[in-house]
């Protein structure tokens, strides 16, 4: 006993070498410790089914848990599992065993707090998931670049967003140097990182719309405002709340007013956190931005790596070039947006003279001054717009500078046709489109323009806008809203020469004309009305030289009379305007363009046949014009296009054949709901670019909502992947028979939609005898009759549906095969798209034999009752033979819906019985990025499994 209580102490003594204060308390606090213990995991149990709770709540609602919650899940386990067993260790040892005692109170202290440390962790999991929300379109960032000389910001930046002292960021410098790119950049990586929850992008502009940057935060952030709501303090709920959100606005020229936005800031601001992009540091300080990151040019090898890219294989031709690609690329300074212009108008030039002289403008800039922009670099955007050869380029892109960003290519053709920029003789309207639209192309080719949202769309690079407008002042005599009001606008004798203005804003109007304005040698004039603003009936009295009058959203009850008094007016846009009288425009005797376009007029006025000259007339959406006075349309000889779409006009055949009798008509959009008075051969052949209606509410077809009998709809969820910009477009609902004949005019259409089409018999194909060899979109539902599209068991001498791109049908109760018998090799061979609903005797889409349908990217077949499989393998005179097909390939197959299908056995099969002992192989190929598969199996035999293991 004396000795074992010996080696006790011993131990004991050992134990308490260190420092002994501190190991006595574990003894000595042995019971609080474990008291404490047992409180504390307590806490923590609950802290975990309340995480918990939330975890399964955001699962059930489809949303990502966040990986710190994950791991704080674990850690908790894990702990209250050790402590759970410590408690029951202790409460089996004796407490006379001093070893034992020490030991557990040891681990007892210990993991009291790791709990501690764990609640403490839990406090900021107020949010464990993150939404699932669909990626915004704007970061979309395709052409970054990772240089070295930008990584170090770019890595700055991303930290900056890490550090919850850091409420706002600035990214500056000059314009055109890439800070858009990089921040969009930021922006994807940090939410990659769980840096963030949300990301918004607005881009601000010079001139900034509160109201349009709120909408646009709303928009992207989810926030819909109520009419009498306050929308900043909405905004300011929103973007305060939990989350952390990052909004990045780009391009700020002058010091916003957060608050009143609703934007959070400063120690109010919550989880929000502001990047902002400017040209000048002085805005960013005024942001009460401390962590600004200045943007540099690319360092030589960079600058040299991108203007190669841009430049092509040109700059390998040393052996004719030498070393002037390298000296030029030089010359650009690194400034990407120089580069990125220079080396693309180079691109193509592969004479030494044609190099020597970008580097001759390069080394002698133009000592112009450029408020906000150094001289030289200037002097080298500048030469972009130099180095376009030709003066009808410069000319287009000087009126595109005056056009806001996404603007449509129409609406460019409006406002040129009357300056003679095209260089050529006797243009048609057709010639001249064509022509614009060659230089447009021309124009992004050399990135002077930029895409739009679709390809009948541009826009222009802020920088390029601002030297081209520079360039338009100093030598066109161009005058817009950006000109000093004391120094340019005050100069009498400059506004004599002054040959175009354009005004993005009318309020500094009545300043201009508070005395009258004298510019005899005026031939464009554009404003945007955008307040309340008064014409007076002398406005135009000193203009009568003018050419193109462009009045947007123009808000009075009648147009003056001196427009009358523009007799050499040629264009005249009033679109969106609230005046319903436009009988003073009958005066206009030499006007080529008339575009009402959105206008409250009631009716098409007899002094409207008076404009003999006219060539095209716009009175789309002008929703409350019900009348066209008899002869008017006649009067019109010379019209070549005419648009009318959405209008509330009840066509009479008196009016149609007026129409029908414009023989140099070549484009028209019309909606004509009454298909019973249709004249014969009112589609004309000579028509280039139609968008015609035919038929009750014919004008919704060919969007992402169809509907159909019986409550029955479908959405067509290839619309929103496909962006269509088909020129020739019929829609047809008639309930009237129409000849096979008639529809054979339809020959060149590319967008069609046929709604309960009456003279259709078994295949559609029937209806143009050349195989529709233009169409890429076909919009087919609502119709019985048809059994077949096409029916390849004929002997057709053509190939059918060689371009075709997208299939929509909906509601074909009776067909039964797309395509009768084996498709021939072109045919189909571009589709991308196949969206099927409702097709109830359908039993598959496609049948091959040996092929497939390359360029598929899209299928989405939904209630189709007796559908079995999607392809089927046609391959008798091969299974005869005992052959093998070897390989069915759908490489570029990305989505892949299948919905309420009851008989759907699997996605391909044989089409012909093969025998059991017959070893057919096959390979299928599918490359898919989304898929939803929801049928409902009957019991049926599986001929193979639904996708083979090789998928």
């Not at 407490?95 to 403490?120: S, V």
């Not at 002042?473 to 002054?498: A, G, I, P």
Request: hydrophobic share 40%; glycine share 4%; aromatic share 8%.
């Amino acid at each position: 006993m004396e000795e074992t209580a010996g080696n006790a102490v011993l131990e004991v003594g050992k134990c308490l070498s260190a420092p002994i204060g501190r190991q006595f308390m574990y003894l000595y606090n042995y019971k609080t410790n474990f008291h404490n213990l047992e409180r504390g995991a307590g806490k923590l149990k609950d802290a975990r089914d309340e995480v918990k709770a939330k975890v399964v709540a955001a699962e059930k609602n489809v949303e990502k848990i966040k990986q710190n919650v994950k791991d704080w899940e674990g850690d908790v386990d894990s702990t209250i599992e050790e402590t759970d067993k410590l408690i029951q260790e202790k409460s089996n040892s004796s407490c006379f065993n001093l070893i034992t005692c020490y030991k557990n109170g040891r681990k007892a202290w210990k993991k009291l707090n790791a709990i501690t440390e764990l609640l403490q962790e839990k406090e900021p999991f107020a949010q464990v998931s993150l939404p699932t929300t669909h990626e915004v379109i704007r970061l979309t960032n395709k052409d970054y670049e990772e240089f070295e000389s930008r990584r170090s910001i770019f890595n700055d930046v991303l930290k900056a967003l890490d550090d919850p002292e850091v409420g706002v960021i600035g990214v500056y410098g000059m314009g055109g140097i890439g800070k858009t790119t990089l921040v969009k950049e930021v922006g994807q990586q940090a939410k990659k990182n769980l840096i963030l929850d949300e990301v918004v992008f607005v881009e601000v502009s010079d001139k900034p719309d509160p109201k349009k940057i709120q909408d646009e935060l709303a928009r992207q952030l989810g926030v819909k405002f109520d009419p009498e709501a306050d929308r900043a303090s909405k905004l300011y709920a929103r973007l305060k709340n939990d989350k952390k959100v990052l909004v990045i606005l780009d391009n700020i020229w002058e010091q916003l007013d957060l608050e009143a936005l609703g934007i959070p800031c400063g120690d109010d601001r919550g989880g929000c956190k502001l990047l902002l992009t400017a040209r000048d540091v002085n805005v960013l300080w005024s942001m009460d931005s401390k962590n600004n990151f200045p943007m540099g040019v690319l360092k030589e090898e960079e600058a040299w790596s991108l203007f190669k890219k841009m430049a092509g294989d040109v700059v390998d031709q040393t052996n004719k070039l030498n070393s002037l690609p390298n000296d030029v690329c030089i010359g650009c300074r690194g400034l990407p947006i120089v580069i990125t212009t220079i080396a693309r108008a180079l691109r193509y030039k592969r004479h030494q003279s044609e190099w020597k002289d970008a580097l001759r403008e390069l080394k002698k800039p133009s000592p112009t001054k450029f408020a906000g922009l150094p001289e030289k670099e200037y002097a080298k955007i500048a030469l972009s717009y130099n180095y376009l050869k030709r003066d009808e380029l410069k000319e287009t892109l000087l009126i595109c500078s005056l056009m806001v960003n996404n603007s449509i290519i129409l609406d460019l053709f409006k406002l040129i046709m009357s300056l003679i920029i095209l260089k050529g003789a006797n243009f048609t309207m057709e010639e001249a489109r064509n022509k614009l639209e060659s230089l447009v192309y021309e124009l992004k080719y050399s990135c002077l323009l930029l895409d739009g949202s679709t390809s009948e769309r541009f826009s222009m690079h802020d920088v390029v806008r601002s030297v081209v407008i520079i360039i338009a002042y100093k030598d066109h005599h161009v005058f817009t809203e950006r000109n000093d009001m004391v120094t340019e606008w005050s100069n009498k004798e400059q506004l004599k020469k002054c040959t175009k203005i354009s005004l993005a804003d009318c309020n500094m109007i009545s300043e201009i004309w508070s005395q009258g304005l004298d510019c005899p040698k005026l031939e464009f004039f554009s404003v945007v009305v955008n307040g309340s603003f008064e014409i007076y009936e002398d406005f135009f009295v000193r203009m009568g030289n003018l050419k193109v009058l462009s009045l947007f959203q123009l808000d009075v009850l009648s147009l003056p009379t001196s427009l009358g008094l523009l007799t050499n007016l040629q264009t005249l846009c009033l679109d969106h305007g609230t005046f319903s009288n436009i009988t003073i425009i009958g005066e206009l005797r030499k006007l080529k363009i008339l575009s009402l376009r959105h206008c409250m007029i009631k009716q098409l006025a007899e002094e409207i046949s008076k404009l003999t000259q006219l060539r095209l007339l716009d009175l789309s959406d002008c929703w409350k014009l019900e009348i066209i006075v008899p002869n008017v349309i006649s009067s019109l000889s010379l019209l070549e296009e005419l648009y009318m779409s959405k209008c509330s006009i009840s066509w009479k055949l008196d009016i149609l054949e007026e129409l029908m009798g414009l023989s140099n008509l070549t484009a028209l959009k019309i909606d004509i709901s009454n298909d019973q008075i249709l004249p014969k051969d009112f589609i004309s052949k000579k028509l280039e670019r139609y968008k015609i209606s035919i038929g009750n509410e014919a004008t919704n077809f060919g969007k992402y909502f169809i509907d159909g009998d019986y409550g029955k709809f479908m959405m067509v969820r290839s619309h929103l992947l496909n962006k269509s910009t088909a020129l020739r477009t019929p829609k047809l609902n008639l309930n009237s028979f129409i000849w096979q004949e008639e529809l054979q005019l339809l020959s060149n259409v590319e967008f069609l939609c046929l709604d309960k089409l009456q003279g259709i018999k078994n295949d559609l194909s029937e209806l143009d005898n050349k195989g529709f060899s233009h169409l890429k979109y076909l919009y087919v539902h609502n119709n019985p009759n048809i059994l077949c599209i096409v029916d390849s068991t004929k002997c057709t001498p053509h190939d059918v549906f060689p371009h075709l791109e997208s299939l929509v049908f909906f509601n074909l109760t009776n067909l039964e095969k797309i395509c009768y018998g084996l498709p021939s090799t072109k045919s189909f061979f571009y589709l991308k798209f196949i969206d099927v609903k409702s097709c109830d005797k359908l039993e598959n889409i496609f049948s091959f034999s040996g092929r497939s349908l390359p360029q598929l990217q899209f299928i989405k077949v939904e209630d189709c009752k007796n559908l079995t499989e999607i392809f089927a393998v046609e391959s008798k005179d091969r299974v005869d033979k005992n052959e093998v097909i070897d390989k069915i390939e759908f490489c570029q197959l990305r989505f892949l819906t299948l919905i309420n299908l009851p008989r759907i056995v699997s996605f391909y099969s044989n089409a012909n019985k093969v025998s059991t002992s017959q070893k057919t192989q096959k390979e299928l190929t599918i490359n898919l990025e989304s898929s939803d598969i929801n049928s409902e199996d009957e019991k049926i035999d599986t001929v193979i499994p639904f996708f083979s293991q090789k998928v």
